[in-house]
């Protein structure tokens, strides 16, 4: 609660404009204006790149001559880019690749974080202790990436899409968040559940699961967010260009100079090279801004600040 | 560690007697089998987390083993020759690697001067300045380029600063000679911190916006009342309020001093060169998976993993010396 702002009590249902309170003296014009132009300074400089980018993508060939490279006017709007990528081929490929790999890892990274959460959240039981500390020194140190790598060729997992699953599938930063959570819930209602019979799975999936959705989604969206984001694992354990995801493709397109494959095949030469380009970086984009909104209103409901605080 | 919970009635006074003494760990013994039996379901839940860790992140430790031999891929793991410290005396005794020594921390202190300031600063800006739906709308901007890839992040930065760039297009425009910031290692340093600001710095007011929001407005009140003005205010209860965070926060940086922004660097060591833009992460990897020279890049690894240990506990030290609660507890 920021301290110009009335409680929020009153009937109203727009949050109130800012209010000063009477011991504070008014603010100097000048002040005030310094204030205004470095926060919307810092919001215009996150903001005009992000539409250049995507007007750059729904632009003619024409129109990205004309400017000479990236747009920042609007002039002739076309599809062209999307229908080229997304019309079969490399990126579409390697969309498909990241869509699965985010689903499935997304799901298991949860189930195996809530069973883990539950299981240590009860108080007193067996070795929970050391189970949380052997958990948590994991956070204080890595093995490093050549033992890693070589784990993952020795399994045989190089070129295996479990490569890019299960040695990044859980984060004990978000089991304990989710331990955290679940410690919170009313112990006497668990308890008077078990009297009434129920084992600890009935009790994690009718009553703690459904009393603990918004940290679960919130956990749900970083993973997800997560692997969608993944690039350096792909690197490393895939060889096989295939299985590229998208981050990998995207990099190879714009930042190694890669051709777009397609590009000089009848009928594609009208779309532009750099359309393209910003096209599979908004793809690459499109599924964080989708999901987003979900994450900034769990942000402000406090699920996250309460976790940053510990 | 003890492996019972620390809630349960310790019986009290240790009984002298051999016999009863035999009797009580047989009555201890029989309790915890019956503990373990309740708890089964909750431990099989726990299980596959457990395996995975022990796997991925505990297997790997031992796997540091061929830092010490001369390992090749080509034969089994435990026939590769040991040759001791060898690997480590090369790793030492190479230009390269204390290269990537300097540009890591002179990242790292760069960032700790432009970078770590910025979020209080913000914070500090956003912090009762505007109408609570204005609040929100930046909050919702800045925190937004958090949740975008480091791929994407510099394909960005690459089409605005770029050699075929925005600021380019502009200066050629103007007959100005063009300049690609991407690929210089003269302004790598602020590149690299700019790129840094731009993802990270909203997302990180988020921690200095909770500790301001746990301050009471009463307290700002009597002050204005005792004639503090803004300033004073500011110096007196809104830094004090975030004093632990703020120490928090750069006892854990100072921990991952040899760690910094791994994909950045990697994404962009190419193009720059390894003069500017070698730091140990991509130094390992580029030593061992891309030259496959496997026992070498593992040492150097190691080093820089055992730097690390010794710098987080150090700094957590440090912490509990300045009377802060530091990163974990003593316990």
Not at chain 1, 270 to 277: G, S
């Given at each position: ?48 790149p992000l539409y250049i980018v995507v007007l750059t993508s729904f632009s003619s060939q024409?129109t990205i001559?004309?400017a000479?490279g990236m747009v920042?006017?609007p002039g002739e709007l076309t599809f062209s880019a999307y229908e080229q990528i997304l019309s079969g081929g490399v990126v579409t490929r390697a969309v498909m690749?990241s869509v ?146 998208l981050q990998v493709i995207l990099r190879s397109y714009v930042l190694?100079g890669v051709s777009v494959p397609g590009q000089?095949s009848?009928?594609s030469g009208e779309v532009a090279t750099l359309a393209v380009q910003m096209a599979v970086v908004i793809i690459a984009l499109v599924p964080v801004l989708i ?20 | ?147 975008l890839s480091?791929v994407i992040?510099?394909s960005i930065?690459q089409q605005?600063?770029?050699?075929a ?167």
């Amino acid at each position: 609660m920021s301290i110009t702002t009335k409680p929020r009590d009153s009937a109203r249902s727009r949050p109130p404009r800012v209010i000063r309170p009477a011991w504070e003296e008014p603010r100097a014009p000048l002040e005030a204006g310094a204030r205004g132009i470095v926060l919307f300074g810092m919001a215009a400089l996150i903001v005009i790149p992000l539409y250049i980018v995507v007007l750059t993508s729904f632009s003619s060939q024409a129109t990205i001559t004309a400017a000479g490279g990236m747009v920042m006017v609007p002039g002739e709007l076309t599809f062209s880019a999307y229908e080229q990528i997304l019309s079969g081929g490399v990126v579409t490929r390697a969309v498909m690749v990241s869509v699965g790999i985010t689903a499935v890892g997304t799901l298991i990274s949860l189930v195996v974080s809530v069973m883990a959460a539950y299981g240590l959240s009860r108080p007193g039981s067996y070795a929970h202790r050391p189970i949380l500390f052997f958990l948590l020194i994991t956070m204080f140190f890595g093995a490093g990436m050549i033992p890693s790598y070589l784990l993952v060729s020795n399994l045989g997992l190089i070129n295996s899409y479990w490569s890019l699953i299960l040695p990044s599938c859980i984060s004990v930063f978000n089991i304990f968040l989710m331990r955290g959570f679940f410690m919170g819930i009313d112990q006497s209602i668990i308890d008077s559940a078990r009297i009434d019979g129920a084992g600890d799975w009935r009790i994690l999936t009718k009553m703690v699961l459904p009393m603990s959705r918004s940290v679960i989604t919130v956990i749900g969206l970083f993973y997800g967010v997560g692997y969608w984001n993944a690039f350096f694992n792909a690197t490393l354990y895939i060889n096989d260009s295939e299985k590229l995801p998208l981050q990998v493709i995207l990099r190879s397109y714009v930042l190694q100079g890669v051709s777009v494959p397609g590009q000089v095949s009848v009928g594609s030469g009208e779309v532009a090279t750099l359309a393209v380009q910003m096209a599979v970086v908004i793809i690459a984009l499109v599924p964080v801004l989708i999901v987003y909104p979900f994450l900034q209103k769990h942000i402000s409901s406090g699920v996250m600040i309460g976790a940053v605080k510990g | 560690m003890t492996l019972t919970d620390e809630r349960r009635p310790t019986p009290a006074a240790p009984p002298a007697d051999p016999a009863t003494l035999k009797a009580a760990t047989a009555k201890k013994r029989k309790k915890r089998r019956a503990l373990f039996k309740r708890d089964r379901t909750l431990l099989i839940m726990v299980l596959p987390a457990l395996l995975l860790t022990a796997l991925f992140a505990y297997v790997p430790i031992v796997g540091n083993a061929i830092a010490f031999q001369d390992y090749s891929p080509y034969v089994g793991a435990f026939e590769n020759p040991w040759v001791g410290f060898a690997n480590f005396e090369r790793v030492l005794a190479d230009e390269a690697f204390w290269s990537a020594v300097r540009n890591t921390l002179t990242i790292t202190a760069f960032q700790l001067v432009f970078f770590f300031p910025v979020p209080i600063m913000l914070a500090i800006l956003l912090q009762g300045l505007l109408s609570p739906r204005v609040r929100s709308l930046f909050q919702s901007i800045v925190y937004l380029p958090h949740f975008l890839s480091w791929v994407i992040v510099i394909s960005i930065f690459q089409q605005i600063l770029g050699g075929a760039g925005l600021l380019n297009q502009f200066l050629r425009d103007n007959g100005i000679e063009a300049v690609n910031l991407m690929t210089q290692p003269d302004t790598f340093l602020i590149l690299v911190t700019s790129q840094a600001l731009w993802k990270d710095a909203g997302w990180g007011i988020i921690v200095f916006l909770a500790a301001l929001s746990a301050i009471d407005p009463s307290q700002y009140e009597a002050a204005a009342m005792d004639g503090a003005g803004r300033l004073k205010r500011m110096w007196h209860i809104t830094l004090p309020a975030l004093r632990p965070i703020i120490i928090l926060l750069l006892i854990l940086r100072l921990g991952d001093s040899l760690t910094v922004g791994f994909e950045q660097l990697l994404l962009q060591r190419d193009a720059v060169g390894a003069g500017a833009a070698e730091v140990l992460d991509t130094f390992v990897y580029y030593s061992g998976i891309q030259n496959g020279d496997w026992s070498y890049a593992a040492a150097a690894g190691l080093i820089k993993g055992v730097i690390s240990v010794i710098l987080v506990l150090g700094a957590n030290k440090l912490a509990h010396l300045f009377g802060e609660a530091g990163v974990y507890q003593k316990s």
